[in-house]
């Protein structure tokens, strides 16, 4: 995961800087899209677009002015840069535990509920 994250900075560091094409465009979108969790009403309203214009930048149908597409892979940039951060921070502080109390996996729950069941008839 860590190197997609990586991989997406230098293409956008690329990018901000190059001429990129409508395809270059809608590709570095979907993918920064896909790591980062976001949906087309959340770029939307970051680029005071409507989402139907935002689906037909996903779908590669059209794509911003090039004078506006380096504004968005400067905010795709920083936002791929904080959740890496927030990944790492993630990675470094390792698996949390639960000590003490009844189990919390999926199976004892359900093993849990059906005893539950079970008594109250």
Sequence with gaps: MRDEFLKLIEHLKAAIVGESSKDDFRQLLLT???LLDLNDEEVAVRFRASRPTVTRWRNGSNAPHAALRPAVYEWLLAATKGRLQRFDSL?????KTRSGGRGTSPS?????SAMAAKGAR
């Design 32 to 34: 920064a899209m896909l």
């Design 91 to 95: 990675s470094e502080a390792g698996p």
């Design 108 to 112: 004892s729950s359900y093993q849990h």
